[in-house]
């Protein structure tokens, strides 16, 4: 299967999505799994995993509900509060065959690297560990460091870094690769393909000013541990006549075919075991 491992869905409100700004108009509606069914069909997409966007357990709730009725939607990546000492109660009320994972963007947080360190947080994650959920760790690269720490103290299930780490673009693939580093060394942190089109970009940076970001992310982590991530809708941000899905099959281009199968399905399907999903695909009626 061809999997996207990672998209959104959400009824737009301007309270709970603050983080869409107004340089972001082309998100301020809502998107559903019909606006993206042609998408994925146009791209050869027999499966997604659906990603929180908003810092509410509701919002996780409504994502798996429309899991259930979409095919196409594999496994859900929810959002939960790390902190109350009911977290474990919390989870049980969460608890569905189709949620395999959690995340919270700690991008925004006001000091990211503190609530990477909190030892509140750091004892949530490890709950979720033990029920074998995956962990999506949403930073930018000021804080790669900081995840390093956190992803050394949380190595008893997967790791995954959402989009490249959200590098600057203005430093240079090299200085991105050794500050990611060590994140890849450890063997239990994946990366997702995802988000370089939406990154700020320097005057003069071209689509091809973006391919060694991918090389340098198969040097060090290898074909086994990356995944194709579209990012939508987000990706709309970007240029008109660019896509996620074109970028990452050009930068894999020269890979063998099973490498190429791993990272545009095959990997996402044995860290998020999507092999145990009932949903049937879309696209295999």
Not at 11 to 36: C, G, N
Not at 170 to 181: E, I
Not at 210 to 220: G, H, K, R, S, V
Not at 236 to 260: F, M, R, V
């Amino acid at each position: 299967m061809r999997i996207d491992s990672h998209q959104h869905f959400w009824h737009y409100t301007p309270r709970d999505y603050r983080w869409i700004s107004d340089t972001m108009a082309v998100l301020k509606q809502d998107f559903l799994p019909e606006t993206l069914r042609n998408t994925l069909q146009r791209h050869d997409m027999q499966g997604t995993i659906l990603v929180q966007a908003c810092s509410d357990s509701r919002e996780t709730q409504w994502l798996l509900e429309i899991a259930e009725k979409t095919d196409f939607v594999c496994a859900v990546t929810g959002w939960i509060d790390l902190l109350p000492p009911q977290l474990e109660q919390q989870l049980e009320a969460l608890s569905h065959p189709l949620l395999r994972g959690f995340r919270h963007q700690v991008q925004d947080e006001v000091a990211p690297a503190q609530w990477l360190s909190n030892t509140g947080i750091n004892r949530g994650i490890r709950q979720l560990q033990q029920r074998d959920y995956v962990y999506e760790i949403l930073v930018t690269h000021q804080h790669l460091a900081d995840a390093v720490q956190f992803a050394k103290r949380h190595d008893n299930y997967f790791l995954v870094l959402d989009h490249f780490g959200k590098p600057d673009l203005s430093l240079g693939a090299a200085h991105w690769a050794k500050h990611v580093a060590p994140l890849a060394a450890m063997p239990h942190v994946s990366c997702k393909l995802s988000g370089l089109l939406t990154e700020p970009r320097p005057a003069g940076v071209t689509l091809n000013d973006l391919l060694p970001y991918f090389d340098a992310a198969l040097e060090i982590f290898g074909t086994e541990r990356l995944m194709f991530g579209s990012d939508w809708p987000v990706c709309l941000l970007g240029e008109s006549d660019e896509d996620p899905w074109s970028l990452c099959e050009q930068a894999i281009a020269t890979l063998s075919s099973d490498e190429q199968a791993a990272i545009f399905g095959g990997n996402a399907c044995a860290v998020y075991r999507l092999q145990e999903t009932s949903n049937e695909s879309a696209f295999a009626k």
